[in-house]
């Protein structure tokens, strides 16, 4: 159930970086992936929606894996190491968390911190804490039977 959670979370993630290829310009500028990439996009360069969907794929790929390793045992230690990794990737991005806190961080724009910052932060580190307490939980299930 937990990799299902983790999946599902990877997939929203997924989906909504293809919304903001096709929205482009301001929904680049409400997540923060900069007024360069928002500015590009306008311009009609198309780099911004690749990069976005380079990303978007990544977190689809991410997304497969958590669902195979709910419903799939073969290659499962494999797997559960692939997810464990994906939540350290999260852990890592929700870390910025802290520095966003006490300010030591600034954005590519050379913007300080808003509070979507620190939501997106802490949604990172609830999603990585997801994945890595599924591996986890599967581990403890495995070793109990």
């Known amino acids: 159930m937990l990799y299902l959670l983790a999946g599902l979370a990877d997939l929203i993630l997924a989906l909504l970086h293809v919304l903001v290829a096709v929205l482009g310009g301001e929904a680049y500028i409400f997540l923060r992936a900069g007024k360069v990439m928002a500015a590009a996009d306008v311009a009609g360069e198309i780099w911004p929606a690749l990069l976005t969907l380079v990303i978007a794929t990544i977190f689809l790929a991410w997304s497969l894996i958590c669902f195979w390793t709910a419903f799939k045992d073969k290659y499962g230690r494999a797997l559960r190491v692939l997810v464990a990794l994906i939540g350290g990737v999260f852990v890592l991005r929700g870390s910025a968390l802290f520095f966003e806190f006490f300010e030591l961080t600034l954005f590519s724009d ?11 932060s802490a949604l990172a580190l609830v ?19």
């Open 127 to 145: 999603i990585g804490a997801l994945h890595l307490y599924a591996v986890v939980r599967n581990q403890r299930m495995i070793a109990s039977s």
């Open 110 to 120: 050379g913007e300080s911190p808003v509070f979507r910052d620190f939501a997106f």
